[in-house]
């Protein structure tokens, strides 16, 4: 919502029977899909669909830290490079890192430190990248949540996946997920990101206007949503590792453990019916 | 700004004085440090302020032009806040282009009073489309001694208020003071272990697991949030922060509205 | 990209299967690998294509504005084309500003375009010497399993075929295709000491003495050539070489062109 | 004066009388105030205002030089930045170096270098920092100045203190000490600093137009000028040590020697009668 | 070419008798004039005039590669920098390295990798610097033919000189070293480098529209002036050398081998009638 | 600059001839080496000029166009002033932005030109507040043996005074040579101990303790200066300097001044 005014505020964001412009009610998410590895030379991957948002996440590591002198010689650096493609958005956004790219960035990086087991790899790095190929509001949101299948993907030590989801207030309502049209004309945006099964808020923003009450109804839709997002993730990966085991199955010549199967472009054929 | 290890034991100190309420410089756990403030240091800026919290010393000046408004926001000023972690202010900050803190810093400082409406952004166009009054807020750190979230917001707040938009020299009337509408109070809480500390100073910031700073306004509404760190919150954690937000933020802000 | 030293019993063995016609995933030497094209992936861009060549994954998006011509040519649009490497894509990419094999990849694709007049740029000058359309061919490396030249090339092809210019929303009459009236097709060669191959994956990349670039049109004309690395070719080796570009560039082609 | 043509020379810059605009001598300084000891991190500070110049300047070392590969192991770098904040000036200055402050930061390193015992500490730097906070002509002599305070502060061996005054010309007349309209519209600017006790000129710089006579009597201005401000610099010294001293009498628990006492934030009613 | 499209193509290039707007025919190249040694700092130097072309070429080393993460241990590194100085072109080129310069400086250092006896000198760079003084089309190839000169000159060992020129097709008709006119209005160019001796192909490369027959014809130009070129590269450094031999003579104590006979300021009347 | 170490006994006998007012190369302590200059050495540029200085060699262009005056500056032209330390000329030279010896040399050499008003920016204004010449001093250090400072200067000062205002081409009347009222003439002296020398060699210059450029004009008056280095200069010093400058500068002069 940052940078850009409500000049419009006539719009109607939610309708008489309480449906948003898309159709969605208040506490409803915006269909999501999840493929994990999904790249070759990446150590994990993965990629998310989430509404109009179409999000790549890969994880090199742990290794060597370069340059050297910002190795920790306790544990590893968790770094993650969140990256918006310049045609990811309408008015093409030039290359390279902005402002906010730098601070999300900075808040997934410290997101995932709370959650990988970094005391085990000393002078590594875990390096994440998060290249958002196509925008639609929430993509911090989209890309953590696939940077977190990406890290289990890649066999990178962690104490749980960690879930993320927006919600915000559009019209006075506290709504969940909002999309680009909402986060635009809408009241307040709370991106979250939260360990499913301890509850523990890992990454957590807010802007707008909320009182403590609308904050805590937020608060309430996006914990509950983190939960659905959470089985998405596990979904994801049991898919991965099954259809690896049927390929090895199919194939005579076993695959060495180390190597990759093959990524695979995505279509939409290949996402099953956990699309919400 | 881990570059400086801070021993174990220091921590386990801190941590043992906190969990009896008390604190390294004998603050109350939700106390924050002296704020001393002093308006229009700097005679070149349309508005500045020198904010001292405890023995963090920040300056803000704020200057403002004419341009064109973002064509997103046509009838809107344009508002720009910038930090300056000057190596002056500390051994651990050095010269060169902005690094990830200090734009962190920078746009939680500026979200808390862009989405607060503290200044009437409308007010500030001058012919829809074409000319806009740009603000630049730019907050320079003299002397770092923790808690930089809260000095800067303050000395910015505290900037805007007291600035006059010279439109005279540009020949667009009278000179006027800045259409403030609204006071957000950022208040910033650290967390060792399970101990929150409200306005943490170097030596607590230093060994703090995760932080949480909620920016509210005169109504105790919340405005921005940001977390900070690698450690996490439970939900009754942030909502008591959210609490102590709003109480301190009620004390301080007379300061920041006197003139 | 010489970070990863590749063994010379492997090169060894690479020449050896070479040397019998032969490679390492048993292709012919003149056999480029598997394309696969996804046009419109990206619904934020005025065209997009996402091209896998083999395991090499590149999406294209491309990008459309309006703005003034150069002076030099007050009659045509502009056509500007960005790759970004990013470290997603390989543990050798770094982030940070195009270094030259970025830039040279970025030069050697846009060369392919412009020079085959594959986009016709004189009918997207809107208003001579004051406004054309300007096109941003934005190139994103999504997993790199060698010869980019190609795998970027034909993406940004696909996308160029696929883009509607957003006239409409900008006011300039009704949306329309771009005026596509060639088809560069870039076929990339290798040599491993005195062996040619077509569509080098990564291991063959990395072995490599030398490499030759051949962009060549629907009658087989060559539009643009571009030599790589440090080894070299003989004059008939040259020859040979666009040759195999002509006739492997006519099998590609049609995929480039069905949309 | 460099960048901006003289567009007004009608202005009159010294009436009948031989005063100036602001009512000065030829041979007068601005008020001066000079405060040392004004920030808690920097090993040695000091707070100036002269005119209407507000400047800061900080030292820290001498510390270990970065990046290793400038060490000189046979002595000290002396290195100084000298930075304008944005709002220190008329036209907001975007933040970073320009080529003005790359240009000063180099004489005023070079201007140091000649008075700090630099073979006593090979290997490491001694970091000089100057912030113009508000400009009116003269900064560089008012941050080299001050930042001979912030030496002393930090206990950085030197020969002496350096002090610096410039001189020029407006109106044909040589004056001291010019301000930013004179600057602005005068004829010739020459910043001078010196070693007062030995006379030894450590910056010398000049534009304009002058003949080998008024570069004399300028210089003379200047030189005699730096003697004067060289008592305030010593006053500076003596007061910042006296009052701690006298807090360490008033408080109880005697302040452990590494400390720094508590920086205090300069105001009106700090400075003495010291100021000219 | 590139950057710029044809918009006058009513030009006229070659006129009914055959000859260019500058009275060559299709195989003639415009007069040339090299100079080894002219520099005295560099290790190695040449000068050269080529048509409207004034390039000088230096070499330094092989010398300890920096910073040292880039040495190979395994051989020296061959490293271009071409540069246009912002005069060289009609309208001024901002200073600094742009796009094409990047790419330029690739395909030449790539070109002198061949030829460079590179394994002798692990962990060492051989820089190659060319600055284009006045640019009149075929920088590039005029760089890398005095820059080969240069490196004779450093005493690099190198199993031959590379020579350079380029072709291209201006009215539908193949010529030889296209001028900026040329360049600009015609239908393609094709830059080639080679080892004059073996045949060897360094650097190609080609833009515009060729049919395969045209490309031949344009190599077997290219290649045929490449020999010619060559022979002016060894007269340059022939030249060169003999006159350091007459020197020597004529002065009385001799020069130290190490040191460089002094660099002349190459006016007009140092060219001998080697130009064609 | 300071990368290559002089030996101490280098400096002593440098020291000890200077004492007897003997030089490395013969020269006397006043003397500037020989400087040798060719004028439009570049067709490409409005103006030009290569200095050879001794075996300092240096080449200037002009570029000129047209474009806004600085708003403070309404009926004056623009004057800009750049160097290029390109690695070409020096071992110690690096390729990359300008560090600070090469933007004092570049600020030094400006000041020269602008503060003794060679020439009349005033007269190259076009239209006030609107357009105005612009020129560009661009400044090519190609071969580097000490004391840039005065060899940048003659052929900047040379380059000037040969250029021709392209006003034709744009459509502004006739092509005009720039107007030239004042001839400065840089001269710069190292002090090594107690010794002065006028022009440094390379030699000279690394073992320097300090050095002040003195620019004076036709009528011997004083331009601009620069002290550089860490050594210090007493009051006399500077006198004899300036007098020796004055001297000096007009023996170049007509050097200069000849076309």
């Known amino acids: 919502m940052e940078d850009i005014e ?12 309480g449906r948003r412009l898309d159709g969605r009610k208040f ?52 770094q993650c490079r969140y990256n918006m493609a310049p045609f990811s958005v309408t008015d093409r956004k030039r290359p390279g890192p902005d402002r906010r790219s730098v601070e999300i960035s900075k808040v997934i990086s410290e997101a995932f430190s709370s959650v990988v087991f970094a005391e085990q790899f000393p002078r590594t790095s875990v390096d994440i990248f998060i290249e958002v190929l196509q925008a639609d ?88 949503a983190a939960r659905r997002i959470y089985d998405l993730q596990r979904d994801a990966l049991r898919r991965r590792y099954s259809v690896t085991l049927e390929d090895i199955l199919k194939e005579s010549p076993p695959v060495p453990s180390p190597m990759q199967p093959e990524g695979r472009l995505p279509s939409e054929d290949d996402f099953g019916p956990e699309g919400i | 700004m881990s570059e400086e290890i801070v021993s174990e034991l220091m921590r386990a100190h801190v941590y043992r004085l906190a969990s009896t309420g ?41 200057k403002m032009s004419v341009g064109e408004p973002y064509p997103d926001t046509p009838n809107t000023g344009v508002l720009s806040t910038s930090v300056e972690l000057i190596p002056m202010a500390s051994p651990t900050f050095e010269a060169g282009p902005p690094r ?22 409308e007010k500030l166009c001058i012919t829809p489309k074409e000319k806009v009054w740009i603000l630049f807020i730019d907050i320079h750190v003299l002397d770092y001694d923790g808690n930089l979230f809260d000095a800067c917001s303050y000395a910015a707040v505290a900037a805007l208020a007291s600035t006059v938009a010279p439109a005279k020299s540009l020949g667009l009337g009278d000179d006027f003071p800045l259409p403030v509408e609204h006071w957000p109070v950022s208040v910033t809480t650290a967390k060792i272990k399970d101990r929150l500390l409200v306005d943490p100073s170097l030596d607590e910031e230093r060994m703090a697991d995760a932080r949480l700073t909620v920016t509210t306004d005169e109504n105790g509404d919340i405005r921005a949030m940001q977390k900070g760190l690698s450690g996490t919150f439970s939900y009754d954690e942030v909502k008591g922060i959210i609490e102590t937000a709003q109480r301190v933020g009620r004390r301080i802000r007379p300061l920041l509205q006197s003139s």
Chains 1, 4, 5 share one sequence.
């Open chain 1, 137 to 224: 509001a929430g993509t911090r949101c989209a890309g953590l949540t696939a940077a977190s299948v990406a890290l289990a993907d890649a066999g990178v030590p962690m104490r749980d996946l960690v879930a993320s989801c927006a919600s915000g207030k559009i019209d006075g309502v506290v709504c969940l997920d909002l999309n680009k049209d909402e986060d635009n004309f809408g009241d307040a945006d709370c991106p979250t990101a939260v360990v499913p099964r301890t509850g523990e808020i890992v990454l957590l923003q807010m802007d707008g206007h909320l009182t403590s009450d609308e904050f805590e109804k937020a608060m309430d839709l996006s914990i509950d």
């Open chain 2, 22 to 62: 008390q604190r390294l410089d004998g603050r109350a756990l939700d106390e924050p440090r002296k704020v001393s403030l002093e308006r229009a240091f700097v005679k070149t800026a349309e508005g500045s302020a020198r904010v001292k919290l405890g023995n963090t010393d920040v300056l803000v000046g704020i």
């Open chain 1, 6 to 17: 409500h000049f419009a505020k006539a719009m109607k964001l939610i309708d008489a029977d």
């Open chain 2, 100 to 121: 990830p803190e200090a734009i962190e810093l920078a746009r939680v400082v500026d979200r808390g009073i862009r989405e607060s409406k503290m200044v009437s952004m």
């Open chain 1, 27 to 78: 506490n409803e998410l915006r269909p999501i899909r999840i493929e994990a590895g999904v790249l070759r030379r990446a150590d994990g991957s993965a990629y998310m669909e989430w509404g109009g948002n179409k999000v790549l996440a890969a994880v090199y590591g742990p290794r060597e830290a370069h340059p050297r002198h910002l190795q920790d010689p306790a544990r590893a650096l968790v």
